[in-house]
């Protein structure tokens, strides 16, 4: 069974009480309207641009706010592309990389 909702990442600098900024990652869960396998002709143009996309989510235009990583099934994810279906739903595309991998 696939999950019905996903986790988008996004950094934001904080800043300690000496001054020293770090980056902290905030998760954002959204629900997914529809999660599709990547189409051929899609795997192998991401390919030859050094991509290896793995997954197409469609979401709510409204949820998305340019966020580069997001996880599904407990697996972090880059977003490569966005793309605008209709006004209100966008499909990302996105792969998973040897270093999102994480270790146990």
Do not use: W
Not at 6 to 15: G, I
Not at 22 to 39: A, F, G, Y
Not at 43 to 49: A, L, V
């Amino acid at each position: 069974m696939r999950d019905v909702s996903c986790r988008l990442l996004s950094t934001t600098l904080t800043t300690d009480t000496i001054g020293v900024q770090k980056e902290r990652k905030i998760e954002t869960e959204i629900p997914i309207i529809k999660v599709e396998d990547v189409k051929a002709s899609e795997f192998y143009k991401g390919n030859e641009q050094g991509y290896k996309p793995s997954l197409r989510l469609h979401i709510s235009a409204l949820n998305y706010n340019n966020e580069a990583e997001l996880i599904y099934n407990g697996i972090v994810y880059t977003i490569i592309r966005a793309q605008e279906i209709t006004t209100d739903e966008l499909v990302l595309v996105c792969e998973r990389k040897i270093k999102n991998v994480k270790m146990q």
